[in-house]
């Protein structure tokens, strides 16, 4: 089949160097390099140099450390077969710091690569359910003057499940405002709350917020049956695949959304790990060349409101 111009549902502004983010910096992320990623990271932590990124990109090609500009980040999208990005200016909390933002990226930051990118990226919000007065403003400001078009929450950090009262705040905007939310789904593969990412509170959310779309990020993971069941019985829940290679998910979710049953609710998301990998798996996959285009690109349109 010829090539489908994807759509990344997840990615971060730290996919570019100009965004100034060390991962190294926090123990978190330190932690991850040496447990859950240890495989991309022969050194015990994210490399740092031009140096040690050159020795070992065999391993993890173009994974968390891609691309030096917003430029060679729209070249990359063009090489690959991309036609939008959506980054998040995602509010991550940290418990091993002092208690801080471990991702503090902010929507004034997330709106310069959305106006230098020729409308190649898309805006997405986010949520610090600690400061929730401020982070509905960002939100209100990032929808109705810089065109963003959706929130990502990323609720396990914080230690809240998904019906905590803190983010009904958040719901209850975007439902007004029909504006999507995606939050992770799963567990945490840093040292962080993972029991808080089980999706089955989610069901109270949708019952709460019927005409709200939702997006259940990072497959759900070991929650599988979960995340499937609610992807495929409510109307305005949707999953991405973010985080995970393809061809490496679990084979119950794969014939999801290889099938009529899943497939118009399934997103591809690269989750800042490399563009061209991920879409050349599904690509390669044994399923409909329709089924395919829904999974990298007609579902995250749908999703956003911009089909």
């Not at 729209?74 to 690959?80: F, G, H, L, R, T």
């Not at 982070?135 to 929130?151: H, N, Q, W």
């Amino acid at each position: 089949m010829e090539d489908i111009k994807a759509i990344d549902i997840m990615n971060y502004p730290n996919q570019i160097k100009d965004a100034g983010y060390d991962f190294n910096e926090w123990e978190e992320w330190r932690q991850v390099a040496t447990t859950t990623f240890k495989p991309f990271f022969p050194l015990g932590r994210f490399p740092i140099t031009p140096e040690e990124l050159e020795q070992h990109k065999h391993i993890y090609g173009t994974a968390f450390y891609p691309y030096e500009s917003l430029d060679a980040f729209i070249k990359a999208m063009d090489k690959e077969g991309y036609d939008k990005v959506c980054i998040a200016a995602a509010k991550m909390w940290s418990y091993r710091r002092s208690f801080k933002l471990i991702f503090d990226f902010t929507i004034d930051q997330v709106n310069d690569m959305v106006k230098k990118s020729n409308g190649r990226i898309i805006g997405v919000a986010g949520y610090n359910p600690f400061r929730i007065a401020e982070s509905l403003r960002d939100i209100e400001k990032a929808v109705k003057d810089y065109g963003f078009k959706f929130v990502y929450l990323h609720n396990i950090s914080f230690g809240l499940p998904f019906n905590d009262k803190k983010l009904y705040p958040l719901y209850g905007l975007c439902s007004s405002m029909n504006i999507p939310v995606s939050m992770q789904v799963g567990h945490s593969a840093e040292p962080l709350p993972s029991w808080v990412g089980n999706p089955m509170p989610i069901d109270e959310v949708v019952m709460d917020f019927p005409d709200l779309r939702l997006n259940l990020s990072h497959t759900g993971f070991p929650w599988i049956n979960e995340w499937i069941d609610l992807v495929w019985k409510h109307a305005n829940v949707y999953g991405d695949i973010s985080a995970y290679m393809p061809k490496s998910l679990d084979p119950e979710l794969i014939s999801f959304m290889s099938s009529g049953r899943g497939n118009a609710k399934v997103m591809w998301g690269t989750n800042g790990m490399g563009l061209g990998r991920g879409k050349k798996q599904i690509m390669e996959m044994d399923m409909k060349d329709e089924y395919k285009k829904n999974i990298l690109r007609d579902n995250a349109l749908r999703f956003m409101g911009l089909e």
